[in-house]
């Protein structure tokens, strides 16, 4: 696997669990790239991003998309879990559309 694609990914978790909105949009990021059927970002989240937290999100949702490959393995399923748990409590109208 790519370094720029590990280090993209540990950029995102760094930022993922900050109670800010560029913190929820890194988190969106990252549990879209796992699984983009289940999480929508938007282009408009990319927004709130500061110039290094887009393109560290750029290129991990580039990579699911060229790859097809998830980034769980990066992150690890208990990591993924955090984030899922973490967007579920913060986002409770999507708890039926993502089985939280």
Same mark, same amino acid.
């Given at each position: ?11 995102? #978790? *760094? ?7 560029? !913190?929820?949009?890194?988190?969106? +990021? &990252?549990?879209?790239?796992? %699984?983009?059927?289940?999480?929508? #970002? *938007? ?7 500061? !110039?290094?937290?887009?393109?560290? +999100? &750029?290129?991990?949702?580039? %990579? ?37």
């Amino acid at each position: 696997m790519n370094t720029n694609i590990i280090q993209s990914t540990k950029h995102l #978790l *760094e930022n993922a669990f900050r109670d800010t909105p560029s !913190g929820k949009t890194c988190q969106l +990021a &990252l549990l879209a790239a796992c %699984y983009p059927g289940h999480y929508s #970002l *938007e282009f408009s989240d990319l927004c709130c991003l500061d !110039g290094r937290n887009t393109r560290a +999100a &750029l290129n991990v949702l580039t %990579y699911r998309l060229v790859e097809f490959e998830s980034i769980e393995s990066i992150i690890g399923p208990e990591t993924f879990n955090r984030l899922h748990d973490a967007w579920c409590r913060d986002h409770p109208d999507n708890q039926i559309a993502n089985a939280c």
